[in-house]
């Protein structure tokens, strides 16, 4: 296959921490795929490229609308931070590429869906905006399958306090704890906004032990509504200390899915699943944003998608990504 034909991914801050563990888990997945590595500062750029191998590095100008990369070609734009000029999607619907939006919150879409609008036969768009890039979605749909009816769905992350990530990251997270002071949630069939009181819950980490989170919303409480049909969902985030830290290990990220409804027989039924992963949130969202890639270049096996606008939830596979989660060293238990 000449190289001209070989997908070419474009990682718009790609040397930074999640950015890098992205490209590493594309090259292990795909050992051909050609990545190019884009940032500010091009000799981090560079050292991560020649760390994953078969990669270039280029200096990135987010402040032009070609990136400053014009007549660059490639298959697929992934900037792995916040972009608020949007020319990351703008230079993807110029040349008709694909675009993954992986740091926009749900109350943050706008701006996005309003380009998508505008173009929507240039691009296809998969928002990732998912929490840790899926893990609180995809997996929460293979254990719906046991449901006939779902009145519930109560998802508890955790995320330890030593495990927020890189520059990027913490800026997300400032900005998205921050914007508002209230949080959507569904709410016996009805979208509510909660704050204060209203949007703290307790509830079991593993170990046994009892936290304190607070409502947050990022794509999983909307996108899970469409295909479960829950009439209530919530996730709550607890920031703190991770069972594995608190024994003296490595932190570790967490997630409890927690789902009550009735079975095909109509008997009432609940189920608690636990998500660990033992190295923390940043391999758990590479492996989300990679497989996201994967998908929208048809590299598993599938057709790629026609340009539209997607959710996890309606582009993933979810029993693969499930797959592969507990391939990368999650631990998937139910209680």
């Known amino acids: 296959m000449s190289s001209a034909s070989v997908p070419s991914v474009l990682l718009v801050g790609g040397s930074g921490l999640v950015g890098s563990l992205t490209a590493s888990t594309l090259r292990r997945l795909h050992p051909d795929l050609r990545l190019t590595i884009a940032g500010r500062n091009l000799d981090r750029a560079q050292a991560v490229a020649a760390q994953v191998g078969n990669a270039d590095a280029v200096a990135i100008d987010l402040d032009r609308r070609d990136l400053g990369l014009d007549g660059a070609d490639y298959s697929v734009v992934v900037p792995l931070l916040k972009d608020d000029t949007l020319h990351t999607l703008d230079f993807a619907q110029d040349r008709g590429i ?32 998912h929490w840790l890039a899926g893990v609180a979605t995809l997996p929460t749909m293979v254990f719906a399958r046991d449901y006939a009816q779902i009145d519930s769905i109560r998802l508890g992350a955790v995320l330890d306090e030593q495990d927020m990530g890189g520059a990027a990251a913490a800026t997300d997270w ?6 508002t002071t209230s949080t959507q949630v569904l709410q016996d069939g009805a979208w509510r906004w909660i704050r204060d009181d209203d949007a703290k819950r307790r509830f079991l980490r593993t170990a046994g032990v009892e936290v304190e989170g607070m409502a947050y919303s990022p794509l999983d409480v909307v996108g899970l509504s469409q295909v479960t049909g829950a009439r209530s969902i919530r996730l709550d985030l607890h920031y703190g200390l991770s069972s594995h830290r608190a024994r003296g290990e490595h932190f570790s990220t967490e997630l409890v899915v927690e789902i009550a409804g009735r079975d095909a027989s109509g008997a009432l039924r609940q189920s608690r699943h636990e998500i660990v992963h033992p190295d923390g949130q940043a391999p758990v969202t590479a492996l ?14 599938l057709p790629a998608p ?15 990504y499930l797959e592969r989660l507990q391939a990368s060293g999650a631990r998937v238990v139910e209680r």
């Open 288 to 301: 989300g944003l990679a497989l996201s890639v994967e998908r929208l270049l048809g590299l598993d096996g």
């Open 98 to 129: 694909a675009y993954l939006s992986t740091s926009s919150a749900s109350f943050e879409m706008a701006p996005e869906v309003a380009r998508y609008a505008q173009r929507p036969d240039r691009s296809p768009v998969l928002f990732a905006s």
């Open 306 to 320: 026609a340009p539209g606008l997607h959710l996890m939830s309606t582009l993933l596979d979810p029993d693969r």
């Open 174 to 179: 400032e900005r998205i704890t921050t914007a």
